[in-house]
T-cell receptor, first 118, second 116 residues
């Protein structure tokens, strides 16, 4: 079974600095999706960034980028120029690539609570 | 687009009562998911539908839980009878399958359920 591990329950960063959140996963599949979701105090789950395993290039979305190391099964999130609005729980998630009706299930890590220090 | 809509946003009920949570997926999406989030268990998938048909309900905790999707724009998650351990935030999410790949799941705002 696939598992997702986030080993940092809490992280903090000074405003305008850079922070990296760690995620590792376990799978026997060769193609799959990885995601980072953000959950602010409002509890809304917001997609931050997505990576397809067959793509070698790391995904980027403005100040957010990932370091995808397929062989190491590592998928870390880097937030540059941290802002107060980045304070939230961040969840790493894994999903298999579908085939026919495949497995659509998202497997989530336990989350990392990010605090931004003004 | 309005995004995934869930109602109610908050629900407080007494043990033994029936609870119905509602979800309207993003228009055109063909997958719908129900998740539950608790401190102890984190985020866990309860059930998901494709084109209104339940595909995987292995995450439904017990017979007290049931989910339906009578049409492409509406789904319900029902708990009967409710118990205090059902207290959690329940999320609905939807996604669209394009060609041979499925796209990102978009989440609703969640329903915070408290069973006293």
């Amino acid at each position: 079974a696939q598992t997702v591990t986030q080993s940092q329950p809490e992280m903090s960063v000074q405003e305008a600095e850079t922070v990296t959140l760690s995620c590792t996963y376990d799978t026997s599949e060769s193609d799959y999706y990885l995601f980072w979701y953000k959950q602010p105090p409002s509890r809304q789950m917001i997609l931050v960034i997505r990576q397809e395993a067959y793509k070698q290039q790391n995904a980027t979305e403005n100040r957010f980028s990932v370091n995808f190391q397929k062989a190491a099964k590592s998928f870390s999130l880097k937030i540059s120029d941290s802002q107060l609005g980045d304070a939230a729980m961040y969840f790493c998630a894994y999903r298999e690539l579908i085939s026919n009706f495949g497995n659509e299930k998202l497997t989530f890590g336990t989350g990392t609570r990010l605090t931004i220090i003004p | 687009d309005a995004g995934v809509i869930q109602s109610p946003r908050h629900e407080v009920t007494e043990m033994g009562q029936e609870v119905t949570l509602r979800c309207k997926p993003i228009s055109g999406h063909d997958y719908l998911f129900w998740y539950r989030q608790t401190m102890m268990r984190g985020l866990e998938l309860l059930i998901y539908f494709n084109n209104n048909v339940p595909i995987d309900d292995s995450g439904m905790p017990e017979d007290r839980f049931s989910a339906k999707m009578p049409n492409a724009s509406f789904s319900t998650l029902k708990i009967q009878p409710s118990e205090p351990r059902d207290s959690a935030v329940y999320f609905c999410a939807s996604s669209l399958r394009t060609a041979s790949r499925s796209e990102t799941q978009y989440f609703g705002p969640g329903t915070r359920l408290l069973v006293l």
